[in-house]
Every structure is written in structure tokens, then in C-alpha cells.
């Protein structure tokens, strides 16, 4: 299969309609969206959710989110929308934000993986919305990756993933926030995180008085709640290491991983804050270095990270040592990802 890629930065209404029509004929097609490129299906139809699965490798009880235009198709796929989904919904919808809500019998097995809930968003990003509203049905999308990889925040990353494996793919350039929604499940007394993304545990306290982390989230051991967030998740080739800390530290233990890295004669990517960098690329200079932005400034940070991430895949090296940041707004999602692309390898300094 070719797969065709369209400009739509400027819109493009004559490739909107011809996505759409795509999708309701029952193919994938991948669009951007503000967090980060989604490779979408037709909701209401389970075979075609059925390609995505095919086309991520992607495990079958990883149910998928369902993304919706406007209010009255939100309403048609739950069937009740508690009062602190409402609030939610209120204040951060359109956005990066998935309600997990009790489903309506309108969502097919494939979307939910079989459970009783749905999780449901409404992306602000404009060709999101024009994709969803002409093709007149709810999109369900997972981010357009092969399963497992870093998800991708540019088309051309996504082609890199799924060219030939899917029809069609809108190029909406780079996404504005860059990690996947903030995932609340609603369906219980207490709004509880089940993933951390751009909407911040702080912001929905202040709303709704208060939100829980799922007890997977906390560092428990327990089964997270979304099955997603169990398997091992946004990972570059080479085996990555995150060191967290007081900045000095974490700038002389990297550096002495390094050393052992090079004198095993293997190459080592580092990537962190510009601050760290700088002092690293003096005493380590055959090391390959990725800047994620400055030390502190969380938004740059997580709009690059799967970017950086990707990008020491094309420099080939051996191995990945990572600078942590402080997991207050914006930095849970940024350490949540970085924690599982790690596959749970953080070294505290
Ligand atoms: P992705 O599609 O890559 O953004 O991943 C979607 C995430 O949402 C996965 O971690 C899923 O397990 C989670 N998810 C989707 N629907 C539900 C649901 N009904 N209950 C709990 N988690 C869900
Ligand atoms: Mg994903």
C-alpha cells in the first residue's frame, strides 16, 4: 500500500474530505492533534478499528480513546456523564484531556477492549476537529506509532512508523504539546490519573477539590487501570537510564556513566537541559548530545522529548542517559514518559 501525505498546515479542505472519506469507507488515516499524532479509525465500526491494531502491532486489550467534535457525539458514545466529568469537561475541554466515562452501547468491543467504560477526547487542534466533524463519526485513535516506539509529534515521523502500512497521512506540522492527554477516570467517587499529560494533577485539584494518581502512578505495585500503561512504552532502539537529582549531581553522574560507556568502547547519547549539556560536551566530546530545552522550562521539554527520543535512533548509539526534571505540572507526564521509556531504569543521585 502507498501511503499519501498531505499538506494541511494551511488547510487543506479538498484532503480533509478525502480523509474522511477514508475513514468512513472503513481505512486508517493518521492527523495531528495537539498532543501528539493520532492514526485514526472509524469509532462506530469495529473492523476498522480492528486495522488499527494491525497496523501499530498493538496488543488487543489496549483499548483505544474515542475522539469526538463536539458535545452531542460525545454524549452518544457514554452513557452518563457524572457531575465531575462535567466540570471537567467545563474547563478543559476542547484539549489534551480523556474522560474515562461508562459507555454506550453505541462503542464497539474493539474500541473498549471489552470493558464497561470508554474513554473519550476533544481535541482543540483545528484539523482534528474538521477531520472528525466531516467524517461525521467519532474517531478512535491511538497515537500513529508502531506499538511500543516513542510516539511521533511530526508527519514525518509517523511515515518513518507506518509508511506503507496505512493510506493516508495529514501533515499538520509539529504538535503543540507533544505528550499524550491527561487520562481521568471518572467513573468513581473520585476523579482518579490513570496518565499523566499536559492537564496537571494541580489544575484538576484546584477544579474539582480533588484527584487522585492511580496506585500504578504512585510507584505502587500494583495493575495500572489503563491497560496501556503496562507495557513497556515510547522507547528508542538503544537501552535508556534516567538520572534524577540536584542538577550537580546529576551532571557528575552522568558524566562518569559516560566514561564507562566509552572505555567499553561503546557510543553514548546524553539528552538534557541545555544547562547540562553545556558543561558535558567539554569532558565527554564523542558524546552525542540531544537538548530537550532549558532546565525548567516544562513546555519546551515535553513538546521535544519523543523528537529527541527518536532522533538518537538515526545517530545509532549504544546506549541513552537521560536528565530528569522535577515531576510538578507539567514534569509527572515528562517523567512518566521517560520512566517507561526506560523500562523503570531511574537512578535517584
Ligand atoms: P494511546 O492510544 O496510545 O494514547 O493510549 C491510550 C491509553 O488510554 C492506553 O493507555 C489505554 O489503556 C487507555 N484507555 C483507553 N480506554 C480506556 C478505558 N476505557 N479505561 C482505561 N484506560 C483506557
Ligand atoms: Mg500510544
Do not use: C, H
Given at each position: 500500500m502507498q501511503t499519501i501525505v498531505e499538506d494541511v498546515r494551511e488547510g487543506n479542505g479538498a484532503a480533509i474530505a478525502q480523509a474522511a472519506e477514508i475513514i468512513r469507507a472503513g481505512e486508517l488515516v493518521a492527523f495531528p492533534t495537539e498532543t501528539v499524532y493520532g492514526l485514526g479509525a472509524n469509532?462506530?465500526?469495529g473492523d476498522a478499528c480492528g486495522r488499527i491494531y494491525e497496523a501499530k502491532g498493538r496488543p488487543s486489550d489496549n483499548p483505544l480513546i474515542l475522539h469526538v467534535s463536539d458535545w452531542h457525539m460525545l454524549k452518544q458514545v457514554a452513557k452518563d456523564i457524572p457531575p465531575m466529568a462535567e466540570k471537567?469537561?467545563?474547563?478543559?475541554?476542547?484539549g489534551p484531556l480523556t474522560l474515562?466515562?461508562?459507555r454506550s452501547e453505541a462503542v464497539p468491543d474493539k474500541v473498549t477492549g471489552g470493558l464497561d467504560t470508554v474513554g473519550v477526547r476533544m481535541p482543540e487542534n483545528p484539523v482534528a476537529r474538521s477531520l472528525i466533524r466531516v467524517a461525521g463519526v467519532p474517531i478512535a485513535a491511538p497515537s500513529a506509532n508502531r506499538s511500543g516506539r516513542p510516539s511521533p509529534t511530526t508527519a514525518a515521523a509517523v511515515l518513518r512508523d507506518l509508511s506503507g502500512r496505512i493510506p493516508m497521512i495529514l501533515n499538520g506540522g509539529p504538535c503543540r504539546y507533544g505528550v499524550e492527554s491527561t487520562i481521568v477516570d471518572c467513573t468513581e467517587d473520585v476523579?482518579?490519573?490513570l496518565r499523566p499529560g499536559a492537564i496537571s494533577l494541580e489544575e484538576i485539584r484546584e477544579l474539582l477539590g480533588d484527584c487522585r494518581l492511580d496506585a500504578a502512578l504512585r510507584g505502587e505495585d500494583a495493575k495500572p487501570k489503563a491497560p496501556g500503561m503496562k507495557y513497556r512504552h515510547y522507547a528508542p532502539n538503544a537501552p535508556l537510564t534516567v538520572f534524577v537529582g540536584e542538577p550537580e549531581a546529576v551532571a557528575q553522574a552522568i558524566l562518569e556513566e559516560a566514561k564507562k560507556i566509552e572505555t567499553a568502547g561503546k557510543t553514548v547519547g546524553i539528552l538534557g537541559s541545555r544547562e547540562l549539556l553545556r558543561k558535558l560536551s567539554d569532558v565527554v566530546p564523542s558524546a552525542t548530545l540531544q537538548s530537550y530545552g532549558s532546565q525548567g522550562d516544562l513546555a519546551t521539554?515535553?513538546?521535544r522529548l519523543y523528537a529527541c527520543l527518536l532522533a538518537f535512533d538515526g545517530l545509532?548509539?549504544?546506549a541513552i542517559l537521560a536528565e530528569g526534571v522535577g515531576e510538578q505540572g507539567l514534569g509527572l507526564a515528562i517523567m512518566n514518559r521517560l520512566k517507561k521509556a526506560s523500562g523503570g531504569h531511574v537512578v535517584c543521585v
Open positions: 469509532g462506530l465500526d471537567l469537561m467545563t474547563a478543559f475541554m476542547p474515562i466515562l461508562p476523579a482518579t490519573i521539554i515535553a513538546s545509532a548509539v549504544d
